[in-house]
T-cell receptor, first 115, second 111 residues
Framework: SQTIHQWPATLVQPVGSPLSLECTVE??????LYWYRQAAGRGLQLLFY??????ISSEVPQNLSASRPQDRQFILSSKKLLLSDSGFYLC??????????????FGPGTRLTVL | RKEVEQDPGPFNVPEGATVAFNCTYS??????FFWYRQDCRKEPKLLMS???SGNEDGRFTAQLNRASQYISLLIRDSKLSDSATYLC????????????FGTGTKLQVIP
């Protein structure tokens, strides 16, 4: 069965510090991978998605970046965090495929607080 | 108009009640539809897919109305454990790698 891991679970960082969040998927190959952010009391905001190694699509211009160095590894980074970067960061995978059927499955998330 | 809209609630219902949520979408060419459940401070979890013919899973029934561009979720015999936020999800045509999440409807089942 497929599993998705994210770490760390909780993170408190000062403004201006760098960020690196990691997500790995097991039990599947060539998944579509996604990074979402959920601000307190808000909906899910798609940040990045990737359909393959080295292929990253950005949905929202901001001070975050993403990389996919391996098939089942997805990394979210920032060089300098802003207060507005606080939120619940969720990684998800999906099998994709034309014609729909694109269920996504989420990791446990990282709760980031920028002070 | 938002791509996907949901009544944020909260819906406060007694145990045993039947409750229904609707979710409207703006893109008439949307292809796939889902309901997710999100517990407080947890990740969303897939509850069920929504098929054109409607589908049922135990106490949960999902339906799609393409003509009016909405999907619905019906929960019968509500349990305390059903308390959560329910997110509807729509996959737009031409972008099958991406989905659009609604902001969710909060359900609180009261003893």
């Amino acid at each position: 069965s497929q599993t998705i891991h994210q770490w760390p679970a909780t993170l408190v960082q000062p403004v201006g510090s760098p960020l690196s969040l990691e997500c790995t998927v097991e039990g599947t190959s060539n998944p579509n991978l996604y990074w979402y952010r959920q601000a307190a009391g808000r909906g899910l905001q798609l940040l990045f998605y990737s359909v393959g190694i080295g292929q990253i699509s950005s949905e929202v211009p901001q001070n975050l970046s993403a990389s996919r160095p391996q098939d089942r590894q997805f990394i979210l980074s920032s060089k300098k965090l802003l207060l507005s970067d606080s939120g619940f960061y969720l990684c998800a995978w999906g099998s994709g495929g034309a014609g729909g059927g694109n269920e996504q499955f989420f990791g446990p998330g990282t709760r980031l607080t920028v002070l | 108009r938002k791509e996907v809209e949901q009544d944020p609630g909260p819906f406060n219902v007694p145990e045993g009640a039947t409750v229904a949520f609707n979710c409207t979408y703006s893109n008439s060419a949307s292809q796939s539809f889902f309901w997710y459940r999100q517990d407080c401070r947890k990740e969303p979890k897939l509850l069920m897919s929504v098929y054109s013919s409607g589908n049922e899973d135990g106490r949960f029934t999902a339906q799609l109305n393409r003509a009016s561009q909405y999907i619905s979720l019906l929960i019968r015999d509500s349990k305390l454990s059903d308390s959560a936020t329910y997110l509807c999800v729509v996959t737009p045509s031409g972008g099958y790698q991406k989905v659009t999440f609604g902001t969710g409807t909060k359900l609180q089942v009261i003893p």
